[in-house]
Every structure is written in structure tokens, then in C-alpha cells.
């Protein structure tokens, strides 16, 4: 019991920091579900809750959803999603860990050289991203701080951002727990446990929209490093000890 106590109460602070800057919840929930139930269930358990708190950010700004850029970039990126989760199936539970500790280090500096590069990107480019960071989802589950660049680089911001990607997301993570299902991955007590992460997440998410316009752009950045890093560290650690 206290152990659920914990993670719904990480999962509240997940769902007000990805409410605010677009991503970051799994960033911040994934090494404390390895933690508590080791990297094969912890992977479920975060795409099932990532649904639901997709869901809720689409609700905060369904009125500013691009479709058409969400749907072309969901075009390859649901196929490549499935993949990168069946592959991600046939992995030792320790390379899990460090594979997402080492991808989450090598995205601080990627972020930023993609930041600095200015993209400007026309839609047959964004369903090609699309393909590439949907494999990477399928495979390292976070990959939030890639999408936010390219979804800048289309020209959206603000609610627009916002809720675009997690509709965008919601369709990825639809087709990843899909894969883990059809390959006997997702018991019940594992969607249980994703309903109670998302559910967290949802709640957080409620309650930062009016904070959404106040954050400074310096900081938004230095938020998406810090807890690269940081659970970068975490999930090293873990990969380590296993």
C-alpha cells in the first residue's frame, strides 16, 4: 500500500510538470517504477498510464488540436511504435536500464543542437519524424523532449503545442500497448497499476493549465535537462546494480 501511495503521489507531481512544458511525466515516473516493480512491468505500467495523461491534455486544449498534424505524424509512427515495443520485448530487463539512461543523457545535448538548428519543418518531413521518434517510443518509451523541437519546428506553440502532442502521443501509446497486449505482456494487475499512475497524472494535469503562460522559456528548457539527467542517473544506477 505504500508503495502505491508513493508512486500516485510522484505520478501527481508527473502530470502538473507535463501539464506545464508537454512532456516530462515519464521522465520523472519512469526509474521510480523500475524501482518499485523492476523494468519489464515498469514499461507497461507507464504506457498504459501515459494514455490517460494524453488524455487529460488533450481535454485541456482540445479546442487547439492540429489534427492534421497530429494524424501525419501518427501515420508512421503507430506502425514504428509497435515495432520499437516488440523489440523492446526481446531485451534483458538490465540493457532496458541502461539503454534508457543512456538515451536519456544523449538527448540533453541533442535537444539543444536541435533547439539551435531552427527547423523548420513542412508536413511530409514531420510524418518521416513521426516514424523515427515512434520507433524510439516503441522502444525507450520517453521521448518527449524530441517531439517537443519538432512540433515547434511545424510552428505550433502555446495550447496548440500542447495539445497536439498529446494527441499525437495518446495514438503512439495506443498502438504500443496494443503490441504489449498482443504479445501477453499486460496482465491486469499491470493496467491496474497504469490506471492508478494515469490517474495521478491526470490529476496534476487538471490543475497546471493556469500555469502553462507564466513559465519563462530559459526555464522550461533547464526543467527537460534537469530531469534527463536525473533519471538518466536513476536508470544507470538500476542497470547497474542488476
Request: proline share 5%; aromatic share 10%; glycine share 10%.
Amino acid at each position: 500500500m505504500a508503495t502505491y501511495f508513493y508512486v500516485f503521489s510522484i505520478a501527481l507531481a508527473a502530470g502538473v510538470l507535463s501539464g506545464i512544458v508537454g512532456t516530462g511525466s515519464s521522465l520523472l515516473l519512469l526509474p521510480v517504477l523500475v524501482q518499485s516493480y523492476g523494468p519489464k512491468a515498469a514499461m507497461p505500467i507507464m504506457a498504459m498510464a501515459a494514455i490517460i495523461g494524453n488524455l487529460s491534455r488533450m481535454a485541456a486544449w482540445w479546442r487547439d488540436i492540429d489534427w492534421r498534424a497530429a494524424m501525419a505524424y501518427a501515420l508512421a509512427g503507430m506502425p514504428a511504435a509497435a515495432l520499437g515495443a516488440h523489440t523492446l520485448l526481446a531485451l534483458p530487463a538490465w540493457s532496458i536500464d541502461a539503454a534508457l539512461g543512456l538515451f536519456f543523457w544523449c538527448m540533453v545535448p541533442l535537444r539543444r543542437r536541435l533547439r539551435a538548428a531552427r527547423w523548420q519543418l513542412s508536413l511530409p518531413q514531420l510524418i518521416l519524424c513521426g516514424g523515427a521518434i515512434g520507433f524510439m517510443t516503441g522502444l525507450v518509451l520517453s521521448t518527449g523532449p524530441l517531439s517537443v523541437p519538432v512540433f515547434t519546428a511545424y510552428g505550433l506553440s502555446g495550447g496548440a503545442f500542447l495539445g497536439t502532442e498529446a494527441a499525437s502521443a495518446l495514438l503512439l501509446y495506443v498502438s504500443k500497448v496494443g503490441t504489449f497486449a498482443a504479445q501477453d505482456a499486460l496482465s491486469m494487475q499491470t493496467a491496474l497499476q497504469g490506471l492508478l499512475v494515469g490517474a495521478g497524472i491526470m490529476v496534476g494535469t487538471a490543475g497546471s493549465k493556469s500555469l502553462v503562460l507564466k513559465l519563462p522559456p530559459a526555464m522550461f528548457g533547464i526543467l527537460i535537462d534537469l530531469l534527463l539527467l536525473i533519471s538518466g542517473a536513476a536508470l544507470l544506477y538500476s542497470a547497474w546494480n542488476n
